[in-house]
T-cell receptor, first 115, second 114 residues
Framework: AQTVTQSQPEMSVQEAETVTLSCTYD???????LFWYKQPPSRQMILVIR??????QNATENRFSVNFQKAAKSFSLKISDSQLGDTAMYFC????????????FGGGTRLMVKP | DAGVIQSPRHEVTEMGQEVTLRCKPI?????LFWYRQTMMRGLELLIY????????DSGMPEDRFSAKMPNASFSTLKIQPSEPRDSAVYFC????????????FGAGSRLTVL
């Protein structure tokens, strides 16, 4: 079974600065997908970014980018120019390519952006 | 599209009562998932359906929990009888096998069992 580990329960960053959230996972598969979801206080789960394991190029979405290290099974999220609205729980998630679209989530990192 | 719609948003009930949570997936999505979120256990997959058929229910805690998907536009998660340890936020999500493997989540149903 796959496992996803987020080793940072809480982090904080000053507004406009950059922060990196860590995620590692364990799998024996070669093809899979990785995701970061954001959960603000409203509790809505919002997709931030998606990475396909067969793509070497790191995914980017505006101020959000990932550092995908397949050999190390690491998938960190970098948030540039942090904004107050980025304050939320961030969940890393794994999806196998051959088990439906089931997501396995990490424990989450609570990010606080300070003014 | 209005997204994944869940009801109720909040429910407070007493131990022993039956609870029914409802979900309407995004039109055209053929996979539906029920997740439970608690402080202690995080986000756990309870059950998922593909084309209205339950595929994996290994995450369903016990026989008190049951889920149905009678058609492509509706699913229920029922707890009978409810217990205080069932208190959690229950999320429904849907996805399309033809899409980018992205799950879209509903706003969640917060259940409190007294």
């Amino acid at each position: 079974a796959q496992t996803v580990t987020q080793s940072q329960p809480e982090m904080s960053v000053q507004e406009a600065e950059t922060v990196t959230l860590s995620c590692t996972y364990d799998t024996s598969e070669n093809n899979y997908y990785l995701f970061w979801y954001k959960q603000p206080p409203s509790r809505q789960m919002i997709l931030v970014i998606r990475q396909e394991a067969y793509k070497q190029q790191n995914a980017t979405e505006n101020r959000f980018s990932v550092n995908f290290q397949k050999a190390a099974k690491s998938f960190s999220l970098k948030i540039s120019d942090s904004q107050l609205g980025d304050t939320a729980m961030y969940f890393c998630a794994f999806m196998s390519s051959n088990a439906g679209n089931m997501l396995t989530f990490g424990g989450g990192t609570r990010l606080m952006v300070k003014p | 599209d209005a997204g994944v719609i869940q009801s109720p948003r909040h429910e407070v009930t007493e131990m022993g009562q039956e609870v029914t949570l409802r979900c309407k997936p995004i039109s055209g999505h053929n996979s539906l998932f029920w997740y439970r979120q608690t402080m202690m256990r995080g986000l756990e997959l309870l059950i998922y359906f593909n084309n209205n058929v339950p595929i994996d229910d290994s995450g369903m805690p016990e026989d008190r929990f049951s889920a149905k998907m009678p058609n492509a536009s509706f699913s229920t998660l029922k707890i009978q009888p409810s217990e205080p340890r069932d208190s959690a936020v229950y999320f429904c999500a849907s996805s399309s096998q033809l899409g980018a493997n992205v799950l879209t989540f509903g706003a969640g149903s917060r259940l409190t069992v007294l």
